[in-house]
């Protein structure tokens, strides 16, 4: 027998076309096999509509309690509890079944590290870390998915998102292709670890390092979000991305994008003006082409400290505010950078000696671009 909706509380305060289009999608569920239950508890986190996603997405309801957990994974509760918080998994009462088969994989993972002797508050930071960088491509995942299997119904009450029967067809490819993304990092960062000298030849990791660091910003990125809709907004920073990574060869990293601005590092100061003079270049293109901004991009090396998958230092806080003082479609470094870059491949004009926010004395300043073949000879 059909369930009676109405009578559950699911259509509370709507009406008309909303409360129809409501009714409708609860059918659908209902016909899917989403329990009672589970409609309830989503339609009170206001994500029912997103229900058939998180079904293809993350295989249906929890069967497992967090005690059971514990008991088949042999780690304790309250380690569980703080990975499941530092990965963003909601923790509530240790009798309630809401843990996935998958859930219970993941803390047999956590048992295996520490029996290959990794410590538990190592183990919480990459979790924590690791929850922190996939968050936009999880975000991401559920709108595409959503995307691209929601299609449009004219119904009595004017249009719906009608879902298909959920699918796991294409969910399993994501998994080996995170695995796959996160190797390739990896395997930058060893080929970045030759740059390291004698403490990796010592065995020892250094709690900083000797690194270049390059920022690059759009220029009016602010103002422009004024003047054009927020799709064509993200597509400009998406691109700026895109041109960043083309531009980063080993041992230059993207290390992250914040908005209207990239961060790229290596232990290769030469390599990495190199990346931001490609990068320039390539910018410069978009520019020519279309509706894209210019960038300013400002350079820095000195000794920094790597947590979590980003930098911090002097040299980190310098190239910021340096980039700040860049002409738009310029390149701006300081003294140290253009002595290790030299100057067999480059042309360097004196920028000044400028007064930088939050910097102590004034910082010697160079505009930099590539020598012409003729100049090179």
Known sequence: ??????????????????????????????????????????????????????????????????????????????????YWRAIGLTVGDPEEAVYLDADVDAAGRVAELRAAGMGDESIIEIARVMSSGLNPVAVTIAG???????????????????????????????????????????????????ALGSSLQEGRLPDSQEVAICFADLVGFTRMGESVDAGRLGAVAARLEELARDAARPPVRVVKTIGDEVMLQSPDTKAL????LSLLAAAEAEVADEEFPQLTIGLDQGEAIQRGGDWFGRPVNLASRVSDRARPGSVLVTEPVKDAAGEEDYRYSFAGDRKLKGVDGPVKLFRVRRRSGDEAE
Do not use: Y
């Not at 119904?153 to 009608?162: L, Q």
């Not at 003006?273 to 931001?276: E, F, G, T």
């Open 273 to 276: 003006l190199d990346a931001a």
């Open 144 to 194: 595409a998915f959503a995307a691209n299997t929601c299609r449009r119904e004219t119904t009595n009450a004017g249009w719906r998102c009608a879902w298909p029967r959920p699918r796991a067809s294409s969910s399993p490819l994501l998994g080996p292709a995170l695995e796959h993304a996160l190797m390739v990092q990896q395997r930058a960062l060893v080929r970045q670890a030759s």
């Open 1 to 82: 027998m059909a369930t009676n909706f109405e009578a559950e509380g699911l259509l509370e305060g709507l009406e008309d076309r909303a409360k129809e289009a409501r009714r409708q999608l609860l059918e659908q569920l209902e016909g899917d096999g989403v329990e009672l239950g589970e409609q309830r508890r989503a339609s009170q986190e206001g994500r029912l509509a997103l229900v058939p996603v998180e079904r293809i997405l993350v295989g249906g309801e929890g069967r497992h309690t967090l005690t059971q957990v514990a008991e088949q994974s042999e780690v304790e509760a309250e380690l569980l509890e703080r």
